[in-house]
């Protein structure tokens, strides 16, 4: 959250962590996380196709500052499944991580780790929560059972998943049971009444993974692969997170070992439909980007490790651990700083950009007695994303799609194209994260468009894409997209249209969505005429099925000041063969007119925002969103609170309404008439306002006590914290650094010595920043 808070009071709240189960017990918080997107699942093409689950191991957890550049990721599309890593014994992902992740339909997991130490936790799991009064059995059983096993503690931790809003749990048991196999077969069936607990409270999306540490003896003995020594703890749990040491044909032993195995056992058939059937592709086979024992050693050369676990061909998935060593290995290092590692966590996932930069791949060793690899298998760097299937994000239909290309870091902060703030040390609220363009890495790929042009003796531009911290029309930052087209002396090259594709997108045939983008041209190119369309086209294309082509129902373009302007559209996908979801792109229709053709042509553009979004039926009135109150409460009356030690000021909460606009009484002329008075409305998930997030701004009263005119407000930051998860909450630190203020540059103080007017301007879903004649103030 950029917001104008003392960098010296950050810190992760209580409860974002529990060290001992002990700790979970006497867990008492029941506020609901309510700012937290539920999972929506997203349209996968391939089913046959490995997955990837990255492990985000990150110094130790909740460290991402609101106050400084940090680590984020973004390459969501290639992902399935995200968990988030520490090592207290219960880690549960920040709300800024989880809405980073639902937004784009990936699973959000939590860590369950037991290590050194933590034998006594390990029993207190299975055996649950003791009584504080003296209990025992009525008398001794008459035949020997196992170890006892509660749902005390499985309970608990759905519980929790519920309240918080992720999805599960990685499993990593990484200390002895002493209870050998007693102990260890109690475990795997703890496991499947965590599962069931979880499909219970959280749905049946739920997912809970299992490291390969502990086999079936209690034995600390990572396996690295799948074998009968963990098998039994893979069957009760969703998936199968791998050990990384594997030598090169450890894979292949895995899916041959899977698919040697009873289908009664995988639930694969109708004689076991109890079982939830287990495939290939849960099975997440472990590389350590770090290079600990990994094949290829890591880094750049982590692509050795996932050729051989072969996602594409063989089927089995991958587990990413410690992605964000692009950071922390580079961090150091002279001359750094975000956008070099930007450039270096892009060349990881997407490649080089242009032929001039250079990507170090790190020698490849073997472990003693393995075989060396075969000529061909990993000869050449292959990015990342190249092994997985990029999978769009969740039908708008279903979560509307919003997105600033925002990385989740920034050093500024932009209303409506205005900066209204500065810092140079950057924020980081991973909340704020929306899609980067999918279609835009590592550099835009164009096609040229239409049937009026001759693309013959032509040569697409040269292209180039960045993320762009200086200007921005919300939030933090824009897509910055730059094309070049050389000088040639074609007779066709007067007219030219090319195709930017800009982000994957599924969509539902015969549904109604609106689209709109916000962007800016950054310099006008002498000679040319040019027009920027935005458009829709299907990723179908074979010879048997030739390309759907969207029908435009209406578009429009307005002047939105500043330099930016907005384009709207509303689109549908005609009937198709199939109802189901179809993958799409959405992206710019770039026309040019050119005198003097023989000059090479260079421009640049920033894209600012991007929605896409249902459209309500054209008989449905469309709402008008408002803030209809704002209060404030201040740390004095707050239930505990102790203003020596307190170094909030309060804190502001709000509510969101919506207006219907005026309307004409349908004409009823008996009880019997089939027709409602007024037009209906859908149900409330399609037509009411959700809010993104708010800007909160305060302005001091003069000393004649009226507080002036809005617009000399000082923006003071955002709702939505990375750690508060509250709807329509904010709280205001007694210290504010009012220096990274753009509005008003003076200096630190401190707020509330004399009466403050505080203004809450809500932002939709939609994309819309709500109008201050339908926003509200409050006096402090």
């Known amino acids: 959250m950029p917001v104008l808070g003392n960098p010296k009071n950050f810190s992760a709240p209580k409860g974002s962590f529990f060290d001992t189960l002990a700790d979970l017990d006497s867990w008492t918080d029941n506020e609901i996380y309510d700012n937290i997107l539920p999972f929506t699942p997203r349209a996968r093409g391939d089913e046959q196709r490995g997955k990837l689950l990255i492990c985000h191991d990150y110094k130790g957890g909740y460290t991402e500052s609101p106050y400084a550049l940090s680590y984020t990721f973004n390459f969501w599309s290639s992902c399935e499944v995200f968990v988030y890593f520490s090592h207290h014994r219960v880690t549960i992902p920040p709300p800024g991580w989880i809405n980073a992740s639902h937004r784009q339909g990936v699973k959000m997991l939590g860590t369950l780790i037991f290590e050194g130490g933590g034998e006594q936790d390990c029993l207190r799991l299975l055996v649950g929560q003791l009584p504080k009064s003296r209990t025992g059995p009525v008398s001794r059983p008459q035949t020997t059972t196992s170890l006892p096993i509660s749902p005390h503690y499985a309970r608990v931790l759905a519980d929790l998943a519920k309240q918080r809003g992720f999805d599960g749990y990685l499993l990593n048991f990484e200390c002895p049971l002493a209870g050998g196999l007693e102990q260890t077969r109690a475990l795997a069936g703890w496991i499947t009444l965590l599962r069931s607990e979880l499909r219970e409270r959280v749905g049946a999306h739920t997912e809970v993974s299992w490291y390969d540490s502990v086999v079936i003896n209690g034995q600390l003995a990572w396996q690295d692969r799948l074998n009968s020594y963990n098998l039994p703890f893979f069957l009760s749990s969703s998936s199968f997170f791998s050990n990384y040491t594997w030598r090169s044909h450890y894979p292949l032993l895995t899916a041959q ?118 000529p061909g298998v990993h000869d050449v760097f292959t990015p990342l994303v190249s092994h997985f299937e990029r999978v769009p994000p969740p039908d708008p239909k279903f979560l509307p799609f919003h997105t600033t290309f925002s990385p989740g870091a920034g050093k500024s902060w932009f209303v409506k194209g205005e900066q209204v703030f500065h810092r140079a040390e950057g924020w980081t ?46 939030g933090g930052s824009s897509l910055r997209v730059g094309l070049r087209f050389v000088a040639t002396h074609s007779e066709n090259a007067a007219f030219r249209s090319i195709w930017l594709p800009v982000q994957s997108l599924t969509v539902t045939p015969e549904r109604l969505y ?140 709000w509510e969101v309404a919506a207006s219907f606009p005026p309307f004409r009484p349908a004409q009823i002329s008996s009880p019997d008439d089939p027709i409602q008075a007024w037009p209906g409305q859908p149900s409330a998930e399609v037509w009411f306002p959700k809010l993104l997030y708010s800007n ?28 508060e998860g509250m709807r329509n909450r904010f709280t205001v630190e007694k210290d504010i650094d009012l220096s990274a203020s753009v509005r008003g540059n003076r200096g630190a103080g401190r707020v509330g010595s004399g009466k403050t007017r505080f203004y809450v301007q809500g932002v939709t879903d939609e994309g819309e920043v709500i109008d201050w004649t339908r926003c509200a103030f409050v006096d402090a």
């Open 257 to 374: 070992y899977f698919l040697s195995l009873d289908p009664a056992l995988t639930g694969d058939g109708d004689l076991s439909p109890h079982i939830d059937r287990k495939k290939l592709q849960d099975l997440y086979i472990g590389v350590d980007v770090w290079g600990r024992g990994s094949h290829g050693n890591g880094g750049f050369g982590s692509f050795r490790a996932i050729s051989h676990i072969a996602p594409s061909s063989l089927g089995l998935s991958v587990a990413l651990f410690g992605q964000a060593w692009t950071w922390e290995s580079e961090q150091d290092k002279p001359g750094w700083d975000w956008d070099a590692w930007w450039a270096y966590e892009r060349k990881l996932w997407t490649g080089k950009a242009d032929s001039s930069e250079e990507i170090t791949v790190p020698n490849m060793t073997l472990k003693n007695g393995e075989a060396p690899c075969e």
């Open 429 to 474: 609220d991973v909340d704020k994260q929306t899609s980067l363009g999918d279609l835009m890495w590592p550099k835009p790929a164009v096609d040229w468009d239409g049937e009026a042009m001759d693309p013959e003796g032509l040569v697409l531009p040269e292209t180039r894409s960045q993320i762009f911290m200086n200007d921005a029309w919300n």
């Open 514 to 653: 609106e689209a709109s983008v916000v962007y800016k041209l950054e310099s006008e190119a002498p000679g040319v005429d040019m027009d920027i369309a935005l458009s829709m086209k299907t990723s179908l294309n074979s010879p048997s099925q030739p390309r759907p082509e969207f029908k435009i129902s209406s578009s429009e373009s307005s002047d939105l000041g500043r330099g930016w302007t907005s384009i709207k559209l509303q689109f549908s996908l005609p009937s198709l063969p199939s109802l189901l979801p179809e993958p799409s792109s959405i992206g710019l229709v770039i026309t040019l007119l050119v005198a003097d053709t023989t000059q090479p042509l260079e421009f640049g553009l920033l894209l600012g925002q991007l929605n896409v979004y249902p459209s309500l039926p054209p008989d449905i009135p469309p709402h008008v969103s408002s803030i209809l109150w704002a209060d404030f409460q201040s740390a004095e009356e707050k239930p505990g609170s102790s203003s020596s030690n307190d170094t909030s000021l309060g804190v502001l909460s």
């Open 696 to 723: 909160i701004y305060m302005l001091e009263f003069r000393e004649d006590g009226t507080p002036g005119d809005v617009d000399n407000a000082i923006w003071i930051g955002t709702s939505g914290c990375d750690y």
